[in-house]
């Protein structure tokens, strides 16, 4: 491995991926998924519904487990919600291989900048560059391979929590209150803006993201469940002031088992016959 | 016709040598030490922007005395080598030895080929899970790198602060006692040192990510009080 020193005309400054491309570390360039042809007929492994609200003093973000290839399960504890540094986070729906590459570059890229510039990048420059790399990403997309990310954040110059929404060309749009990605965003999204409040508490939020995520899993088969027999359950990370902050899988369990609980006493036993 | 003087290869070196070392001379030093729970980089430095220590990756950090924008090339290439490391094969995989190697190569290569040596010293330092995985790397401006072991000290006046720090410095320190053995080694018997003239970073082992963290004007006058 060659020691990276360049010109000063060449240099790649703060940015990861200009360093990537220079020593030809780089993934894959679009001509290469122009020359791979079209990714439909592969069954490629997809990742599915993720949420993010905010709350008063920071951001939810969550995620459910399931990742399929078509009408198969492919993996039931697929983690889609990471932290991309110390105070956010971000959360991916679409094909998997690629969105976890690029959940990787863009923790890098962050860690990077930190360290070769000495402070980190604010809260909207970290969004700017999750757009550029969705941008590269388009080829990818037009050939299936969609990345579709949730970025969310704690902004400390300003002192208060932000989300952000993308679509696959790498529009940035900052939400309001909430958003929600993925094949069951339909279904999360309608629990998630009847629930909402300005300014709920961070409890209040969590129960509505568990919701959200329970309706998602209920409606879309790609979506996975809370799986209390293999005890598997939605990711649910809180960013606030004290920074990113994963809820231990326990109170999560324990929140599921609430909600079940709900769901079940408003359903009674089911009395219309399932004749196929 | 005009005919180049002929200089001895040990005269050419020789003056090289000099050169840088009056460079590094002009500085002010810094010292690491290691202590129970990690590693203590202390550098006497009035600027609060223009950094001798810093962050190269999870459990590894950088020193330099000199030049400022010499050695702050060389930081960026680190940090550069170790992320690119890290995202090839993965991050355990990046280790201060390698590191150091590279640096000695880039510095040794200079010092013969290029026209100017570089005027810097510089010290990679890392953090293993006791202190038998400690490593110190003192590289200097010719490309020599020495292995030390407990402590290291760079810059102008190395030898009278090595010497100082030697006599207080023994293993098993706390933060506390190995922060006021490099502050009155830096300082010498005639001064005293404040917060606001030193840079104090420490490489904590107890970490589990990022080990890397400074240490703030505040923080710095309770250990030292």
């Known amino acids: 491995m060659n020691f990276p020193v360049f010109d000063p005309t060449d240099d790649p400054g703060p940015s990861f991926g200009e360093l990537l491309k220079k020593t030809g570390l780089a993934s894959t360039t679009s001509a290469d998924v122009g020359r791979a042809g079209s990714s439909k007929a592969a069954e490629i492994t997809h990742g599915t519904t993720v949420v993010s609200a905010k709350y008063d003093g920071g951001v939810i973000i969550a995620g459910d487990r399931r990742a399929t290839a078509g009408n198969l399960i492919s993996y039931r504890n697929m983690k889609k919600v990471f932290p991309a540094d110390r105070w956010s986070g971000v959360a991916i729906a679409g094909a998997a291989g690629p969105a976890l590459e690029m959940v990787k570059v863009f923790q890098l890229q962050l860690e990077h900048y930190e360290k070769v510039e000495g402070h980190p990048l604010s809260l909207e420059g970290k969004a700017n560059q999750l757009s550029q790399m969705l941008r590269g990403n388009l080829p990818a997309a037009m050939q299936g391979l969609v990345v579709v990310p949730i970025f969310a954040g704690f902004d400390r110059r300003r002192n208060y929590g932000r989300l952000f929404a993308y679509d696959v060309t790498g529009g ?76 231990e899988e326990s109170d999560i369990a324990a929140r599921f088992e609430r909600v079940l609980a709900e769901f079940a006493e408003q359903q009674g036993p089911s009395t219309a016959g399932g004749q196929a | 016709m005009n005919m180049p003087f002929y200089v001895a290869p040990e005269q050419l070196m020789k003056d090289r040598a000099d050169f840088a070392q009056k460079g590094i001379a002009r500085g002010r030093s ?39 924008n010499e050695y702050d090339q060389l930081r960026i290439a680190g940090i550069r080598h170790a992320d690119i490391k890290g995202y090839t094969y993965s991050r355990d995989d990046v280790d201060s030895q390698a590191l150091a190697n590279q640096y000695a190569q880039m510095l040794g290569q200079i010092f013969t080929h290029e026209t100017k040596p570089l005027e810097v010293e510089i010290l990679v330092a890392s953090v293993g899970f006791d202190t038998a995985g400690d490593r110190l790397f003192h590289i200097r401006y010719d490309g020599s790198v020495t292995d030390e072991e407990g402590f290291a000290v760079l810059g102008g006046e190395a030898e009278a602060i090595r010497e100082r720090l030697g006599a207080s410095y023994s293993a098993g320190m706390s933060l506390e006692e190995g922060l006021r053995a490099a502050v009155s080694a830096l300082a010498g018997d005639e001064r005293r040192l404040s917060s606001s003239e030193l840079e104090v970073a420490v490489l904590d082992r107890l970490d589990s990510g990022r080990c890397f963290r400074r240490l703030e004007n505040g923080e710095i006058d309770d250990l030292l009080s």
């Open chain 1, 172 to 247: 940035r749009y900052e939400e309001e209150d909430f958003v929600a990605s993925g094949s069951g965003s339909l279904f999360a999204r309608t629990v998630i803006k009847m629930g909402h409040r300005d300014s709920q508490t961070q409890t209040e939020a969590v129960d509505l993201m568990i919701r959200a995520l329970f309706a998602a899993a209920d409606d879309d088969s790609a979506t996975g469940g809370p799986d209390s027999m293999r005890g598997i359950y939605p990711i649910v990370a809180t960013i606030s002031a004290d920074g990113y902050q994963e809820l």
């Open chain 2, 30 to 68: 810094l010292a690491a030490v290691e202590f129970t729970d990690g590693m203590l980089l202390c550098a006497e430095n009035p600027s609060r922007n223009l950094r001798k220590v810093s962050e190269i990756y999870d459990r590894i950090a950088f020193a330099g005395v000199g030049r400022y």
